[in-house]
């Protein structure tokens, strides 16, 4: 092994002169075993995948147009371009799916964009003095939205046995806020955690924000990161419809996890008109006014989301859904007669939170997590602390690769107890 700094690490420059498109080709196109480098690897760690060959296809045919959706068109009701017309009908669908058809919204870089969203404009609307509720395993986002608003007063509460945020915890700070003098509220809650998989109790955090609303005046900004889930429960359960709830405002999704499109696609969808309290006037362009927190972005992926939807209706993202969740109970399955892992967090989706219990302290070695994309973290567990790993059953991931995945477990567990 070369020591670090042994080798002479040259900086690239800014060429004078051009190189030709026959020198540059071999860069033009990734190298053979791309993603495959290592023999055997699989990606398990995080909800992303290859994309679906129809959304593929789509993304590459409107990629040349370059379209540049600066500006939101789900409150446009004049002609449209085709892909501004899809974005349209994107919302629309999604709204559909959640409850309310009327919502606006505009096709985002991701979850964390849709996030600073739902947080910028609930201050817009309540104030920097109002109070931000989040759990323990909301994710960073949140914080970084926190951040650029300037809001300060950012309260973490702590997770049930369950993995979601305690509801007790949740009232008796809103009591406290009030007693200190706090009017207002921005809630996050998420359907589908990071790392867990589990879903906040949104039913019951919206009848606490209705009474509170009603009983003392204070106002409530309630927003859903449904990053992950928002395209998995819809899918897994009878469909509740979480713009059904009162209090909801806003909620953020990522078609480039569930919805098997390529990066970058999230979409940030809210209560008709709540976009205006963000408005910011454009001078030089018909679009009078930005409110959105990205300018300029691209048409391709709209158009992509729309056609996947389309492609795949509510029956089809089930039977995606259900292979996926097939696979994984496999894998728990074998683990578990194996006695490899103890199941952490599993809510029947198709990710599983897992400790394993057969490795000292149930920390893979830096190869085996390198080699399946898995990265641990610190979680309580009926009163402990425990050393887990989220795993992610995404569309490429085969029968025959989970069967690699557990011989690699368990010839670890084997040296490990020889060690012991
Ligand atoms: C992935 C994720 C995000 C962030 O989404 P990006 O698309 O990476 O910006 C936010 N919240 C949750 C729960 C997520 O899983």
């Known amino acids: 092994m070369k020591k670090e700094g042994a080798f002479m690490y040259k ?98 870089s991701g979850g964390t964009e849709g996030n600073i969203m739902g947080t910028w404009i609930g201050k817009e609307l309540l104030g920097k003095d109002c ?61 589908g955690y990071t790392m867990t998989g589990s879903k906040d109790n949104i039913e019951k955090i919206d009848m606490l924000i209705q009474h509170y609303e009603m009983e003392n005046s204070i106002k409530f900004y309630f927003h859903i990161d449904a990053a992950i889930g928002g395209l998995v429960f819809p899918f897994l359960h009878e469909n509740e419809g979480i713009f059904k709830y009162k209090s ?46 990205i300018s300029s972005r691209n048409g391709a992926a709209a158009a992509t989301c729309w056609v996947m939807f389309q492609y795949l209706g509510k029956e089809g993202f089930k039977r995606e859904l259900n292979k996926l969740i097939i696979l994984k109970e496999y894998l ?40 399946y994309i898995l990265d641990g973290f610190i979680l309580k567990y009926r009163g402990q602390d425990y050393y887990c790993y989220k795993i992610y059953i995404m569309p490429h991931v085969t029968k025959e690769s989970l069967d690699y995945f557990i011989e690699d477990i368990v010839r670890i567990s084997q040296v490990n107890r020889k060690d012991n």
């Open 11 to 108: 900086r690239m420059k800014f060429l004078e002169e051009g190189r030709t498109k026959e020198k540059l080709t071999p860069y033009m196109n990734p190298p053979k075993n791309y993603i495959n480098s290592e023999e055997k690897s699989v990606f398990l760690g995080y909800p992303q995948t290859i994309p679906h060959p129809i959304a593929l296809e789509t993304y590459k045919n409107y990629l040349e147009y370059n379209e540049n959706h600066v500006g939101v068109f789900s409150n446009v009701f004049t002609q449209l371009d085709q892909t501004r017309k899809m974005e349209k009908e994107l919302i629309e669908m999604l709204g559909d799916l959640y409850g309310d058809d009327t919502v606006d919204g505009y096709v985002t």
């Open 131 to 191: 109070c931000v509720i989040k759990s323990y395993l909301t994710h960073q986002s949140i914080d970084k939205a926190c951040c650029l608003c300037s809001l300060s007063n950012v309260i973490t509460i702590s997770y049930t046995d369950e993995y979601v945020m305690d509801l007790a915890e949740l009232e008796s700070i809103i009591k406290s806020q009030i007693n200190l003098g706090v009017k207002s509220f921005i809630i996050v809650a998420t359907m």
């Open 248 to 293: 909801v405002k806003s909620l953020t999704v990522d078609p480039h996890k569930m919805g098997y499109v390529p990066f970058s696609a999230g979409i940030f969808i809210c209560r008709k008109s709540l976009q205006e309290s963000i408005a910011i006037p454009i001078k030089y362009a018909k679009t009078v006014y930005d409110k959105t927190l």
């Open 332 to 371: 728990v399955k074998k683990l578990l007669s194996k006695n490899l892992i103890e199941v952490i967090s599993d809510q029947g989706t198709n990710m599983v939170c897992i400790h394993f219990n057969c490795i000292h302290d149930g920390i893979l070695s830096d190869q085996l997590e390198k080699k």
